[in-house]
């Protein structure tokens, strides 16, 4: 009698636990997706939290000759040839006139140190020829310190080598004028598309160590 009811006894609890495990089979795969749906959730969150997304997208409206220009292929070796006859001429040609004023201001200054210094330059040696051929009557000897004759000389070498710079700041000034026509022409007509857009992403990645930055073009 008592074996038979320890063996009715272990029938009921192994049935219980084949009951429960098999609840148990049951419930892990529900639990396994919860747990899945809930971590992307989380990193969902926490890429909207900490992504610092950043657009540079830029458009512009730009007028039937700009377009005409940006397609002409040409249109760089043109504008360096007008700059090149008429300075500012080029930038004029490609829509960038408020460069025009920088490029005179450039060549003009330039030229009248130049000129400044040329004249001051012809004075000492004027200055200093007459005095070799006996002639004391300049202007350098009515100033509060006269100017001996080795100082005219020094004089007009200052002055030869602040004209000889200005001249050839003025022809940089030219050839920039030029450079700055063509090299302005050819960045009109690179990546010209309005869709164009530069969004860096700082992303803070949960499972990795260190930050992420995306580029989206």
């Given amino acids: 009698m008592k074996l038979k009811t320890l063996l009715i006894f272990c029938f009921i609890a192994g049935s219980f636990s084949v009951y429960a ?13 919860k747990r899945k749906v809930k971590k992307a959730k989380k990193a969902k969150e926490e890429e909207n939290t900490f992504a610092v997304p950043d657009s540079v997208g830029v458009q512009k409206n730009y007028s039937t000759r700009i377009q005409r220009l940006i397609a002409d292929p040409l249109t760089p070796s043109r504008a360096a040839f007008y700059s090149a006859i008429v300075p500012g001429l080029g930038q004029a040609f490609i829509g960038k006139g408020w460069k025009v004023p920088i490029v005179y201001a450039a060549i003009g200054a330039s030229l009248y140190y130049y000129d400044v210094n040329n004249k001051e330059m012809n004075k000492y040696r004027t200055a200093y020829k007459r005095r070799l051929n006996g ?40 050839m920039l ?15 010209v598309n309005d869709d164009l857009s530069v969004a860096p992403n700082f992303i803070f990645d949960t499972e990795q160590t260190g930050i992420r930055v995306a580029l989206k073009f």
């Fill in 135 to 174: 002639f004391f009557d300049d202007e350098f000897l009515e100033t509060d310190i006269p100017i001996t004759t080795e100082q005219l000389l020094l004089g007009m070498d200052f002055h030869k080598n602040y004209r000889d710079i200005a001249i050839i700041l003025a022809a940089a000034a030219y």
């Fill in 21 to 33: 495990q098999e609840k148990e089979t049951k419930k892990a795969p529900k639990t396994e997706k």
């Fill in 177 to 191: 004028n030029i450079l700055d026509a063509n090299v302005s022409a050819h960045l009109l007509q690179f990546n």
